[in-house]
């Protein structure tokens, strides 16, 4: 009663125009069957307004289609079929299921068309969201079924993108106790940042960790750059980058440059083995020595005084300070051979030895540069006090790893939700 009592209080206000009486006559009885009202401008239109929600199907020319089960269509190019409003904090559109789909929508748009025509598109003009989705597994979710033939764009179940400057954020994902943005992949990429000119991914954590990454056989994170770094670490009060690893902690394939200082148990080089490359390699260690000491030497042949002066690079003397000598005749013994004259204008001065013959020289010098003075390597220092108790190869004094001033536990895998793939919906009868 309520229904044909709303319909029949309505029905006068409706407009008729020339040919469409009949179409507006079915409008109205399919109106009153859904308790929505209609109105009709060139085509066909339906329109209610209530206490709560509201729904309007407008059509200014072409046509505009209700059908019985409530299924909105428009043929009117920017028209489009269904409108929503809400005023007074009211909802525009609120669709619910008790078992299927509660709004679903589709778009016909042919892949030929290079137009960006979306099949749900949210405006929002105050501080909340245009799309908001809420639900106990899958709040928001969109797939990418399939690459369609002749398509050869970027394809994504779900798009973001912001034009609001350094503050817009294209996708944002928040968690209070989970992930706050988790990407899969069965064969491909499970997140992929890309930017023109700012940062493609940028992770952050007040306490944990800003960005993790884990992988069982392959790369837990791969960095790559074609003209820039292709990684960077930074720490304003802690270390920048920290590896672990057995046997080796990193591999560098190529040159590594370092400004500051390194501190190592011990160095060497390492090449194929000259003699037999293919089947052993060549370790040589390095010289170490308490102070920042440079080594020079050559061979000179002295001249028929049985001298020969000794010209070192013209920077040598603004380089290096403290200098030793070692003479070695070579050929014939030379007891009274020494170094006539010290270093002076980058040169020395060796005498007292037979004419002609040879002899190997070497001269050390402490660095006096700027950075040298600046930063001059200890030979002995108390540890800190949170080093204190601690080893720095604590395995070679009966003591387990964990004892080790550089030890870090091992990162513990987060873990991942589980993920079940979710079902299409299927298209509402």
Same mark, same amino acid.
């Given at each position: ?166 503050? @817009?954020?294209?996708? *944002? /994902?928040? &968690?209070?106790?989970?992930? #706050? =943005?988790? $990407?899969? !992949?069965?064969? +491909?990429? %499970? ?6 000119? @700012?940062?493609?991914? *940028? /992770?952050? &954590?007040?306490?944990?960790? #800003? =960005?993790? $990454?884990? !992988?069982?056989? +392959?790369? %837990? ?10 990684? *960077?670490?930074? &720490?304003?009060?802690?270390? #920048? ?189």
């Amino acid at each position: 009663m309520k229904r044909n009592k709303q319909r029949s209080n309505h029905q006068g206000s409706l407009t008729k125009q020339g040919a469409g009486k009949e179409t507006e006559k079915k409008a109205i009885a399919q109106a009153g069957r859904r308790g929505i009202l209609g109105l009709l401008k060139k085509g066909l239109g339906v329109a209610a307004a209530a206490t709560g929600a509201a729904v309007l199907v407008q059509a200014e020319s072409g046509t505009a289609h209700a059908d019985s089960v409530g299924n909105f269509s428009s043929s009117v190019q920017g028209t489009p079929a269904v409108t929503a409003a809400g005023t007074n904090s009211a909802l525009g559109i609120q669709a619910s299921s008790d078992g299927g789909t509660a709004l679903y929508a589709t778009s016909n748009i042919p892949l030929s068309s290079s137009a960006i025509t979306p099949t749900i598109y949210g405006v929002n003009n105050a501080h909340s969201p245009a799309i908001y989705g809420e639900g106990p597994v899958w709040g928001v979710w969109g797939a990418n079924t399939a690459q369609p033939a002749g398509f050869t764009g970027t394809q994504a179940g779900v798009f973001g993108t912001s034009n609001a400057g350094s503050n @817009g954020i294209g996708v *944002y /994902g928040d &968690s209070t106790d989970g992930y #706050g =943005v988790q $990407g899969s !992949s069965y064969r +491909g990429t %499970g997140v992929y940042g890309s930017s023109a000119s @700012g940062t493609a991914v *940028y /992770g952050s &954590s007040s306490q944990g960790d #800003g =960005v993790y $990454g884990a !992988s069982t056989s +392959g790369l %837990g994170g791969f960095f790559y750059s074609q003209s820039s770094s292709g990684a *960077y670490a930074y &720490s304003a009060q802690s270390t #920048g980058l920290i590896a672990v690893g057995t046997p080796n902690a990193a591999s560098f394939y190529g040159n590594v440059y370092v400004s500051g200082s390194i501190s190592k148990g011990g160095g060497s080089f390492l090449i194929d083995h000259p003699l037999d490359p293919v089947n052993k390699s060549l370790f040589h260690s390095f010289v170490e020595s308490p102070d920042m000491k440079n080594i020079y030497d050559g061979v000179v042949q002295l001249d028929q005084n049985g001298e020969a002066a000794v010209t070192l690079p013209a920077w040598f003397s603004a380089l290096n300070s403290d200098y030793r000598y070692q003479l070695t005749a070579i050929g014939a013994a030379a007891p009274g051979l020494h170094i006539a004259q010290e270093i002076t204008n980058n040169q020395f001065k060796i005498a007292g030895g037979p004419a002609g013959i040879k002899v190997s020289w070497q001269v050390t010098g402490i660095r006096q540069d700027a950075w040298a003075k600046a930063y001059r390597i200890p030979v002995e220092e108390n540890k800190s006090a949170t080093q204190k108790g601690l080893y720095h190869h604590p395995e070679l004094f009966g003591h387990p790893k964990e004892k080790g001033i550089a030890y870090q536990a091992t990162p513990v895998t987060p873990k991942a939700p589980t993920f079940t793939k979710p079902t299409l919906p299927t298209k509402p009868r």
